[in-house]
Structures are given as structure tokens and as C-alpha cells.
Nanobody, 121 residues
Framework: QVRLVESGGGLVQAGGSLRLSCAAS????????MDWYRQAPGKQRELVAR???????NTVDSVKGRFTASRDNAKKSIFLQMNSLKPEDTAVYYC???????????????WGQGTQVTVSS
């Protein structure tokens, strides 16, 4: 059974930093893209950062220069270093992975349960 588990969320003052982690476990043949999403109260879930198996990373404009995504393929993990946090960054942050359970399976998407990030002003 495939699981994605996020950690590292919490309460922080504006201008502070947090580092989120997401680890995939279970029977996994290969992992493609692993992404960070967030969902603020009353808003749609939005993409924050994307990582690929080749090591490339990208962040959306709203967090560029403040957030840095990274990936460790050997540990099936991604990370999100969040600096200069703002109250508008408050959201539940989710990890998503596109992966194959076996070499014969189609690519499927899996989501973690999310971790709450709250930034106080």
C-alpha cells in the first residue's frame, strides 16, 4: 500500500521559516513528478512547487525567491524550505506523487493527508 506522509507544519510568525517534508512508502516501482500543493480556507487547492525524478524543481511566482523545493530520490522524499513566510501562506500543504506501483501499472496520483501551516501577523 502506497502512503505519502507530510511533516513539518506548524505555527510561525510572519517572516519566519518552516521546512516541510514528504516521504513516500510502500510498494513503488517508480516515481515521476512529486509536487507541493496548498489549500487555504475557502480557496481552491493550488500548485506551489514541482520536482521531477531528474532533479529539476520549479516554484510558482507567488512563492518564488522565498520557497525552495528539493528532492531525494533515494529516500523517495521531497522537501519545501519556506522562508520569509507571510500570513497569506497560511494553508494546509499537501504532497502529491505520480507513480507506478509495478512496471505494468499505469501512472497513478497519490496524495498525502496534508500538514497545517499557520503564519501569524
Amino acid at each position: 500500500q502506497v502512503r505519502l506522509v507530510e511533516s513539518g507544519g506548524g505555527l510561525v510568525q510572519a517572516g519566519g521559516s518552516l521546512r516541510l517534508s514528504c516521504a513516500a512508502s510502500g510498494n513503488i516501482f517508480s516515481i515521476g513528478e512529486m509536487d507541493w500543493y496548498r489549500q487555504a480556507p475557502g480557496k481552491q487547492r493550488e500548485l506551489v512547487a514541482r520536482t521531477t525524478s531528474s532533479g529539476s524543481t520549479n516554484t510558482v511566482d507567488s512563492v518564488k525567491g522565498r520557497f525552495t523545493a528539493s528532492r531525494d530520490n533515494a529516500k523517495k522524499s521531497i522537501f519545501l524550505q519556506m522562508n520569509s513566510l507571510k500570513p497569506e501562506d497560511t494553508a494546509v500543504y499537501y504532497c502529491k506523487a505520480r507513480l507506478r506501483v509495478t512496471g505494468w501499472d499505469a501512472v497513478e496520483e497519490y496524495w498525502g493527508q496534508g500538514t497545517q501551516v499557520t503564519v501569524s501577523s
